[in-house]
């Protein structure tokens, strides 16, 4: 029994299975069905890179040298608004996307 486990161990080292969840998805507009969305105070941003830490979504990128130094990718951005209750300046604010009529 312990040859026949170690010729299938064997086997399965040299191909690669991946497995059934081994699919790749490519993201879509996930920023689409936003109600709110973040806006930056640059003046009182500190660039210290806690909104970027804190946002579930990876979408927030910090240039220390720009002077508009939080980039956030509004494509990807759900506005859930965790960027701005955790900034220690309180620079970000949340904004309704689309004004209402």
């Not at 920023?31 to 660039?47: H, M, Q, T, Y």
Request: charged share 30%; with cysteine; aromatic share 6%.
């Amino acid at each position: 029994m312990q040859k026949q486990q170690e010729k299938h161990t064997k086997q399965l080292k040299k191909c690669r299975v991946l497995g059934p969840v081994a699919t790749k998805f490519t993201g879509g507009n996930t920023g689409s069905w936003r109600l709110e969305r973040p806006v930056v105070n640059f003046d009182a941003c500190i660039k210290c890179g806690t909104c970027a830490m804190y946002c579930p979504t990876d979408v927030i990128e910090i240039d220390k040298n720009a002077k508009e130094c939080v980039k956030i990718d509004y494509y990807y951005c759900k506005g859930c608004g965790i960027c701005a209750k955790e900034c220690p300046k309180k620079c970000i604010s949340i904004v309704p996307e689309r004004s209402e009529e």
